[in-house]
């Protein structure tokens, strides 16, 4: 990667405007898909957007802080971006597929770089069954939600739900309840990667929830699989120095 051709992605934050067109001053700008290494400037929110945008480009994504929130993020410095590029370790994350049929019988798909979540619609607590490769587990969560974390998302919505952060690479996926009501003592599940699985919304009229892949969400939803995907993957370059799995490991001793 001596010259790498590059394209600067930024946030609509003036910090994050401005520090593109720096960059672009110095290293030129190219269409994203003409790119060796596609530049995000932001945050974990405008990472995802990215990565939602353009994940099958099959274009590696070096992202620098300039948001809230930075876990999928580098350090934001305006120097030796290019041995920067060179020396960074690469990161490849598979995103979950969710597929959601909804009460007027519509079928969504959508990608979930950090997590799938099903969410009461109303006051009403969800009711929700629960099945892993075509079995019924749980017959009846009474909840507030439930989400699926990958490795990468564990972190985040995962973590501040009570649930385990997952190492990268565990091939392992998380299942946490959302203010579980009943069974009042159910924490949640870990199960492989290429798991089915299902659930099923019980009584969708009178308990409306909805379905959410990252940021994207289905309303009214009465049925959705979530499995990890077979086909679709990203890679994401990080300093050696703090490298994702780096971070998710600090973050289990973090106090």
Not at 62 to 90: E, P, W
Not at 181 to 195: C, H, I, Y
Not at 229 to 235: A, C, G, L, N, R
Request: with cysteine; glycine share 6%; aromatic share 6%.
């Amino acid at each position: 990667m001596d010259k790498p051709d590059l394209c600067f992605l930024a946030a609509n934050t003036s910090e994050a405007q401005a520090a593109k067109e720096h960059f672009i001053g110095i290293h030129g700008q190219v269409e994203p898909h003409e790119a060796d290494v596609l530049c995000v400037l932001g945050g974990d929110g405008f990472m995802l957007q990215t990565l939602h945008r353009y994940g099958d480009a099959g274009i590696p994504v070096f992202g620098m802080k300039l948001g809230t929130v930075g876990f999928l993020m580098n350090q934001y410095r305006t120097n030796n971006l290019i041995q920067r590029l060179k020396v960074s370790h690469a990161s490849i994350l598979r995103p979950l597929e969710m597929q959601a049929l909804t009460e007027s019988g519509a079928t969504v798909h959508s990608l979930a770089y950090n997590e799938v979540s099903l969410l009461r619609q109303t006051r009403q607590a969800a009711h929700l069954k629960i099945s892993i490769n075509d079995q019924v587990r749980l017959e009846e969560l009474v909840c507030d939600g439930v989400l699926v974390a990958t490795p990468a998302g564990s972190t985040a919505y995962n973590y501040s739900a009570h649930g385990p952060i997952l190492p990268l690479g565990s091939s392992v996926i998380a299942i946490t309840p959302i203010a579980a009501f009943r069974p009042r003592r159910w924490r949640g599940a870990l199960v492989n990667s290429d798991t089915k699985i299902q659930f099923q919304v019980i009584d969708p009229y009178k308990r409306p929830v909805s379905a959410t892949a990252d940021s994207h969400e289905v309303r009214d939803a009465v049925e959705v699989l979530v499995q990890e995907s077979k086909t679709h993957t990203v890679t994401m370059l990080f300093d050696p120095e703090h490298n994702l799995e780096e971070r998710i490991l600090n973050e289990q001793f973090a106090s």
